[in-house]
Every structure is written in structure tokens, then in C-alpha cells.
């Protein structure tokens, strides 16, 4: 259930549970948070929260707070500084460079490492999700889609009435000014450099994000995840791996096969086309329907159908056609049926170095 007040740790001597490690903030160091890679997955968890320096104070005792509140800050960019480098690819701080203004009014607010709302504790460096408006949700929150997501960089409070954090935006690949790519999964986000100040009770739910780095070898990914940065001030897009030899970008919701003797990723339709051009005649006599296959992701004009496509289409999603590729734990193989429904089997070879693919 969504949360119906906000508190920040701790209270008039008599602390919750949960507040026995309640601590000053001192450090903004990134960290990833997410279940495990699955099977062929391509990432690696973050760096964990360093320990705060020392103990804080106990927060005042919780009170009833409106919801989204008005936040009397805001972030405004700056020239960023000369040798500034990241220690690490979730160091947005040293990314680029901002204040909060009015900077003494923020200056003026006591630093925690953790708040609650209702019965959930959200601590530095969790991803949350963020209501879109000043209205409470009810009830489970099943689709993420509906929500805002970020990473909590700090948070500071001035009573239990008025919490403040500091978020760091994750994007949903829709919200870009170029809307949402082929290669972009349903479960992606897309991490920014976009900081803003909001009042915790805007705050809906804890966010399982994974950072999925691409040079890992599974990409089973249960949660939501990132691997591609967004500049939300010079409007670049960073570009994300490219794959098989058609280099082209990877859309984790359909199939990749990995050629073990040149280590290159294939995309899974690409590998079908090239059997197509290698075993034509057999197909043809098997009365396999190839010409599903013929304009599947080729470029053409918008008309009255709709708009252009762009001729990635056939990577955006997984492609259901008459020929498959079977994975098991030991093999792949190609198969499809012929005109007497009898299933028969073609070889896979890797289109970079001609290997077979067992």
C-alpha cells in the first residue's frame, strides 16, 4: 500500500526498530541495487553505500504531513570543474556540477541516512518510484510504467513535516525527446544526469534497478535495469554495445546466440536469414513459408499504412516465424517443418568466422 505519513528516524528518545542505524550522510557513492544475473546476462552489481562517518541526532517525532508538499529548492547547473573525473559510472556528482538554491536554506537542513513512510524504510542510494502528481495511489503498485523512477542521493529533513531528498531521475525510454528505440526492453531504463529536490512523501515504493553492464555473458534480467546514459542538459544519448555482424544494437527481449569460437554475439534473426540464403532450395521444397522473412525490418516509406520503418523493427521484438532456433544447455539447431509436418533440423554456423554453432 502506498505510504500515509512521512517520518524521518528516530523521535523523542524512543526511536522505531529500524532507526537503531540511523547516521549522518557523508558520501554520495553509487550503488546497485537487484536481484542476481540469471542466465546469460551482461552485468554487474554497483559499488555498496560507504559507512557514514557518524552518528545523527534522532530526527523530531513523526506528524501527518500532506502530501507533495511544496519544495522550496531547486537545482540549478554550474560550469563544471577543471580535473573533475568519475570514480565510477553511478558518481553523478562528479558528472557535472550543480547547487541547490537557496543554498542556505538548504545548508540549514540536517542531513539522514534513511526516512519512513507508513511501515517501509527508504535509505541513500535506494531506487524508489515517485508519484506522478500530489494524489496517492491505492493499492498495490503492479505496473512501474505509471510512476517516475530515481535513486536516492540525500536526504534532509527540517521536522518530521518537512522532508526533502535529493533524487537522481532514471528515464523510461518514452520520456527521451527521441522516444523509445528498438533495442530499448520493456523493463529499461534509461540513467541521467537530471537531479532534483522533492518532498519524500511523493515517494510510492522501493525500485529493484539492476546496472546491466553488456560485456557479461547472460542477460536473463528479472527487474528493472539500465546500461545507457542520458545527458538530460546536452541532450546526448550515450550509444550502448553493438553486436553480431550486422552491428547492430541488442533489444534484451529477444534471442542472442554466442558463437564460442569467436565469442560474438548473433542476433537470432540474422542467424535465421543467413540460413535461409545458405539452405533456400531445401526450404523451398520443404514448403517452408520464407517470405515472412523477406521484408522483415527492411526500410520503406510511410504511406497510408502508417509510419516508416526504420528497418530495425525485426529487433524491437522477438520474432515468431516458421523457422526456430532451439536453445538447450548443451546445443542449437535450427528447426522447422515440412509439408509432411515432419520436424527437421539445419545446422548453425557464426557468420563472422564460419564456425559451427553445437
Keep these: 500500500m502506498p505510504p500515509s505519513a512521512a517520518e524521518t528516524e528516530g523521535g523523542d528518545g524512543t526511536p522505531p526498530a529500524a532507526a537503531s542505524d540511523a547516521s549522518s550522510y557523508s558520501g554520495e557513492s553509487g550503488s546497485e541495487s537487484g536481484s542476481g544475473p540469471g542466465p546469460r546476462t551482461k552485468r554487474k552489481p554497483g559499488r555498496k553505500p560507504g559507512r557514514p562517518k557518524k552518528r545523527a541526532r534522532p530526527a523530531p517525532a513523526a506528524e501527518p504531513a500532506p502530501v507533495n508538499t511544496e519544495v522550496p529548492f531547486k537545482v540549478v547547473p554550474t560550469a563544471r570543474a577543471k580535473g573533475r573525473k568519475a570514480r565510477d559510472d553511478d558518481d553523478i556528482d562528479a558528472a557535472f556540477s550543480y547547487s541547490i538554491q537557496p543554498r542556505a536554506l538548504w545548508d540549514g537542513l540536517e542531513r539522514f541516512r534513511h526516512f519512513v513512510i507508513g511501515d517501509e524504510k527508504f535509505s541513500v542510494d535506494d531506487h524508489v518510484f515517485v508519484n506522478h502528481s500530489n494524489v496517492v495511489q491505492e493499492g498495490v503498485l503492479t505496473d512501474?510504467?505509471?510512476?517516475?523512477?530515481?535513486?536516492?542521493?540525500?536526504?534532509?529533513?527540517?521536522?518530521?513535516?518537512?522532508?526533502?531528498?535529493?533524487?537522481?531521475?532514471?528515464?523510461?525510454?518514452?520520456?527521451?525527446?527521441?522516444?523509445?528505440?528498438?533495442?530499448?526492453?520493456?523493463?529499461?531504463?534509461?540513467?541521467?544526469?537530471?537531479?532534483?529536490?522533492?518532498?519524500?512523501?511523493?515517494?510510492?515504493?522501493?525500485?529493484?534497478?539492476?546496472?546491466?553492464?553488456?560485456?557479461?555473458?547472460?542477460?536473463?534480467?528479472?527487474?528493472?535495469?539500465?546500461?545507457?546514459?542520458?545527458?538530460?542538459?546536452?541532450?546526448?544519448?550515450?550509444?550502448?554495445?553493438?553486436?553480431?555482424?550486422?552491428?547492430?544494437?541488442?533489444?534484451?527481449?529477444?534471442?542472442?546466440?554466442?558463437?564460442?569460437?569467436?565469442?560474438?554475439?548473433?542476433?537470432?534473426?540474422?542467424?535465421?536469414?543467413?540460413?535461409?540464403?545458405?539452405?533456400?532450395?531445401?526450404?523451398?521444397?520443404?514448403?517452408?513459408?520464407?517470405?515472412?522473412?523477406?521484408?522483415?525490418?527492411?526500410k520503406r516509406r510511410a504511406g497510408k499504412k502508417g509510419r516508416a520503418r526504420d528497418g530495425n523493427d525485426e529487433l524491437a521484438e522477438q520474432v515468431y516465424g516458421p523457422i526456430d532456433i532451439v536453445v538447450t544447455d548443451d546445443s542449437h539447431r535450427a528447426v522447422y517443418r515440412d509439408r509432411a509436418d515432419t520436424e527437421c533440423t539445419l545446422p548453425l554456423r557464426c557468420m563472422a568466422c564460419r564456425a559451427d554453432i553445437v
Aim: proline share 3%.
Design 144 to 298: 512501474p510504467h505509471e510512476y517516475w523512477v530515481g535513486r536516492i542521493l540525500e536526504i534532509r529533513a527540517q521536522d518530521a513535516s518537512h522532508v526533502y531528498v535529493k533524487i537522481n531521475w532514471m528515464y523510461w525510454p518514452n520520456e527521451l525527446p527521441d522516444g523509445r528505440q528498438y533495442y530499448h526492453g520493456k523493463k529499461e531504463l534509461v540513467a541521467s544526469n537530471h537531479v532534483d529536490v522533492i518532498d519524500a512523501m511523493s515517494v510510492s515504493g522501493r525500485a529493484t534497478v539492476t546496472h546491466w553492464l553488456e560485456t557479461d555473458e547472460d542477460d536473463n534480467i528479472k527487474d528493472l535495469f539500465w546500461r545507457q546514459r542520458y545527458d538530460s542538459y546536452s541532450g546526448e544519448l550515450k550509444p550502448v554495445r553493438k553486436h553480431c555482424t550486422c552491428q547492430r544494437f541488442y533489444n534484451p527481449d529477444t534471442t542472442m546466440i554466442r558463437c564460442a569460437s569467436c565469442k560474438i554475439w548473433l542476433h537470432e534473426i540474422c542467424l535465421i536469414k543467413e540460413l535461409i540464403r545458405a539452405y533456400r532450395g531445401q526450404l523451398d521444397a520443404a514448403g517452408v513459408n520464407i517470405a515472412f522473412y523477406k521484408n522483415l525490418g527492411a
